[in-house]
């Protein structure tokens, strides 16, 4: 059974960093395209970035290139979200999603490819 359970999120400052974890069961994760969602209140979910299967090739919105970095540990099978120099629109919570169909690109960030989701996790960031 796939399963993604997220952690990490909480309130910062602006101009502060937060790591996300994303925890893989139920499959071999470089096996699968993993993503990093967000949905603040009001607005659609937005992809924030991917990390394909195989080569582990990545990608970011524009709204985050730069200041937050996705990586996986294939030995703990768990895929991070490393967020840097946040700010208040970046709040919102923040979701895993998997799939073993191979994306890579801006494709990777279409919520309609992934078939597991995690459960979210918070990030507020404010002064």
């Known amino acids: 059974q796939v399963q993604l359970v997220e952690s990490g999120g909480g309130l910062v400052q602006p101009g502060y960093s937060l790591r996300l974890s994303c925890a893989a069961s139920?499959?071999?994760?470089?096996?699968?395209?993993i993503a990093w969602f967000r949905q603040a209140p009001g607005k659609e979910r937005e992809g924030v970035s991917c990390?394909?299967?195989?080569?582990?090739?990545?990608y970011y919105a524009d709204s985050v290139k730069g200041r937050f970095t996705i990586s996986r540990d294939n030995v703990k099978n768990t895929v991070y979200l490393q967020m840097n120099s946040l700010k208040p629109e970046d709040t919102a919570v923040y979701y895993c999603?998997?799939?073993?169909?191979?994306?890579?690109?801006?494709?990777?960030?279409?919520?309609?490819?992934?078939?597991?989701w995690g459960q979210g996790t918070q990030v507020t960031v404010s002064s």
């Open positions: 999603a998997a799939d073993p169909t191979f994306v890579s690109g801006r494709v990777g960030l279409s919520a309609s490819i992934y078939d597991y």
């Open positions: 990390i394909s299967s195989s080569d582990g090739s990545t």
């Open positions: 139920g499959f071999t994760l470089d096996d699968y395209a």
